[in-house]
């Protein structure tokens, strides 16, 4: 039988590509290990923004003179790049955004205002980060359907069964999920809730904020109709992010943002749309950051999602296995096979920000807060917790500082 081998990825090798590495905090490499609410960006990324505005800078898609038509290439570019990350059919419906948040409120507000209705149901879950949450609530108030969220289990996994009763409230319209969740990392089942919205004529909108940068993607296989990433959580540069959407929906959908470049024709009675993707894209873009995303796409394909999966799901079983020995630490969420690089946990007696806080003295960077997941919280019955995520340059050596510097937060303050 041949016996396949994967590469694994070298994260000590990578991190000289980081130039933050070289940062000392209280005289020590920072233990960088907030990567889900903000990746580091390595030289080929800052090279290629900074190559950019040097060599190619101009307004896009204007411009007849050499520097436009290179801007122009390179953003397009860009999008290819994106389009390819995630298997869509067709650069068309790649809509670059200012991150999956805009995305997602794009789709709420464009799709949302024009198609719900009293007697319809959106449906999202206890899991929702705020940008997949808000936008669906608010819309759903202003159009009058009726806004249900999936409940989650104790590991912190979607009941599906609660399906049933959700759907005798109405006509299910949208179901709208994280691929991963932020908080917790549990890695949901997507292509089933696609599959139960597509039955009932709905459809499937993914915030796949936090798994673009960790798993490889592929909108016609997970089979939604909506899928939002973002820059800046998988090495890119901040201010960038897109939208893919199928094609008859955006074709469809009314405009989110007015203005210039989204137009085809003005006139004091009348102004018509351009086609896809720039019907979406109204204003000067994000040029540079688009350069950027379109290069971080490349430095994490080279490396291969696959190589980054395994090699986060190595780090957190150790950080499970570790932290799950401390007898004063309550852990969040589903086992390492079901969660992607990213724990969630509270240590008996000392409030999450002053764990952070602690754990800053000693150069290891968490985040202690809500997370942007308040229904969450309140599910499960904190204010708050510490979170710490690994990425492709994390290494073992800095979930020991951080079990050392639990250590002393629990000692000095618990
Ligand atoms: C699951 C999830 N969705 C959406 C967002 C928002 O992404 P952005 O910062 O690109 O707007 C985040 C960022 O924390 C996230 O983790």
């Not at 709420?108 to 449906?123: C, E, I, Q, R, S």
């Amino acid at each position: 039988m041949a016996v396949t081998t994967h590469p694994k990825l070298d994260a000590h090798r990578l991190r000289a590509d980081f130039p933050v590495f070289d940062e000392l905090v209280n005289g020590r490499p920072v233990a960088y290990l907030d990567s889900a609410s903000s990746t580091q960006k390595p030289r080929p990324v800052l090279d290629a923004m900074r190559d950019f505005y040097e060599h190619s800078y101009a307004n896009v898609h204007r411009g007849v003179y050499r520097l436009a038509e290179r801007a122009t290439a390179g953003y397009e570019t860009a999008r290819g790049k994106v389009a390819a990350l995630v298997n869509a059919p067709s650069e068309r419906e790649v809509i670059f955004t200012r991150g999956a948040t805009e995305g997602l409120n794009l789709v709420a507000y464009a799709w949302g205002l024009d198609n719900l209705g009293p007697g319809d149901v959106v449906v999202v879950t206890e899991l929702e980060h705020h940008s997949s949450f808000v936008p669906w609530q608010y819309v759903a108030g202003r159009t009058g359907a009726a806004f249900r969220a999936i409940p989650i289990d104790e590991q912190g996994e979607l009941q599906l069964e609660a399906l049933d009763e959700i759907e005798r409230e109405g006509t299910v319209k949208v179901v709208a999920n994280n691929l991963v969740s932020n908080t917790l990392g549990t890695i949901n089942p997507v292509e089933k809730l696609a599959a139960w919205a597509h039955e009932r004529g709905a459809i499937m909108v993914v915030d796949a904020a936090q798994a673009a940068p960790h798993r490889s993607l592929d909108v016609q296989a997970l089979g939604c109709d909506f899928l939002a990433i973002s820059s800046h959580k998988m090495c890119g540069p901040s201010g960038a992010g897109a939208l893919w959407g199928r094609r008859e929906l955006l074709e469809e959908m009314s405009p989110f943002n007015l203005g210039g470049e989204m137009i085809r024709s003005v006139s004091l009675s009348e102004t018509t749309w351009n086609e896809l993707p720039y019907k979406f894209e109204a204003g000067t873009p994000a040029i540079a950051e688009a350069v950027g995303f379109g290069a971080a796409v490349d430095y994490i394909s080279e490396i291969g999602l696959d190589a980054i999966e395994r090699h986060e799901h190595e780090l957190v079983e150790l950080a499970l296995a570790r932290l799950g020995e401390l007898p004063w630490i309550d852990l969040y969420g589903p086992p390492p096979d079901r969660r992607a690089g990213i724990v969630s946990f509270n240590v008996h007696g000392v409030h999450p920000h002053d764990v952070a806080q602690v754990l800053d003295w000693e150069g290891v960077a968490v985040r202690a807060g809500h997370h942007c997941t308040q229904p969450l919280m309140t599910k499960l019955g904190v204010a708050a917790t510490t979170r710490a995520s690994f990425y492709l340059y994390s290494i073992p050596e800095e979930i020991d500082r951080l079990v050392d510097g639990l250590h002393k937060a629990k000692n000095s303050l618990g």
